[in-house]
């Protein structure tokens, strides 16, 4: 065999050896794939509490996790196959919906408030922003049968899975058999959520002391400035305390959402809402239930001359929270440190390949 011979034997054989690696690679989350794909894992970050969900009663698995990360991103979930939670929560805006003011569903439609971003969710203790529900397994529910959303009843979800024969296997994989019941569906989401844990901004790095990700003295002043006068409701390290505050918006004339007061029915909740976590802020545009405000700048103006007065204001806010030019603009360059790059270009929560 001369030479010419030989270098196209071997360019062929690489090629044939590249084109089996990308084929196998493409399918590492297949039912019996024996690729091994990269591990979901739950870890308590250093400093921080333990979470709220128990973590004990749904023990994470890989079968687990990838079949909720399946689910997360199923849009035959929806009544005209077009919407996934993933479609309203883009991993790139730390899950959030960047953009839109209020999330939209099937058809088109419109909901009435914003979608907040979904991470670090077992440390949660409600979830929407009026904490319509408790359980984080049981909070997928509420999208997939919303009529404006993805309009699709736990009893159609399990009729649909049933029927598809990867989903069996899915399932048998997860759970050791292949029946598929609301319970297990639930179980399956909420290992894919609880692992979306977001912990490595250049402020967690620096509150870590970690070398190379050193504050500029603009962005130390705004840590310093965000600690005394906006941490009681944004508290470290989730920079939430998960309570529901009235922070002086005015109601929105066309939405006329009340807050709360809708789960609870005590006139003392009119206006209040989950404070939510500003990780990954800057991301996540724009900003409010109603998504009203495009920008942290416009955020940082209504809370220092923009409260409206009423019974339920929460008591911190009665003189508002004044902020001078400079100290606004050091508070913005602290809250873009917030940004956990590393979470949002994690692939290990990305839609899967072949879905």
Not at 208 to 216: I, Q
Not at 251 to 276: E, H, Y
Request: hydrophobic content about 35%; charged content about 20%.
């Amino acid at each position: 065999m001369n030479r010419k011979h030989t270098t196209v034997l071997v360019l062929a054989v690489l090629l044939t050896f590249l084109w089996l690696v990308s084929c196998r690679k493409d399918k590492n989350d297949e039912p019996g794939s024996d690729v091994v794909p990269a591990q979901a894992t739950f870890t308590v970050p250093p400093g921080w509490p333990q979470p709220t969900y128990n973590l004990a009663g749904n023990p994470l698995t890989q079968a687990g996790f990838q079949l909720g990360r399946r689910l997360f991103y199923e849009t035959r979930l929806s009544r005209d196959g077009t919407i996934s939670c993933a479609s309203c929560h883009s991993q790139f805006s730390g899950f959030s919906h960047l953009d839109h003011a209020l999330s939209h569903g099937i058809y088109g439609l419109f909901g009435t408030r914003n979608a907040p971003g979904i991470f670090n969710m077992a440390w949660k203790t409600s979830f929407f922003w009026d904490g319509l529900e408790t359980s984080l397994e049981k909070q997928p529910i509420h999208p997939i049968e919303n009529p404006v959303e993805m309009d699709f009843k736990m009893a159609d979800v399990i009729t649909f899975l049933s029927g598809d024969a990867a989903y069996r296997t899915r399932f048998h994989d997860a759970f050791g058999d292949e029946s598929i019941t609301e319970d297990r569906v639930n179980k399956a989401f909420a290992q894919f959520m609880s692992t979306l844990v977001s912990s490595n901004s250049r402020y967690d790095k620096h509150v870590r002391g970690e070398a190379g990700d050193d504050y500029t003295d603009r962005e130390r002043q705004g840590l310093a400035i965000f600690r005394q006068k906006c941490a009681t409701c944004h508290a470290e390290p989730l920079f939430t305390d998960n309570s529901f505050r009235n922070n002086g918006l005015k109601m929105n004339s066309g939405l006329q959402d009340s807050g709360r007061i809708g789960v609870t029915k005590l006139a003392t909740d009119r206006m209040k809402f989950m404070v939510p976590s500003l990780r990954n802020v800057a991301l996540s545009r724009p900003y409010m239930h109603d998504g009203r405000f495009t920008t942290l700048e416009a955020v940082l103006e209504h809370y220092n001359s923009g409260i409206v007065p009423s019974t339920t204001l929460d008591t911190l806010l009665t003189k508002g929270i004044p902020l001078s030019t400079d100290e606004k603009s050091a508070l913005v360059a602290f809250l873009k440190t917030l940004s956990d790059t590393i979470f949002t270009k994690d692939t290990l929560f990305s839609q899967p390949k072949n879905q």
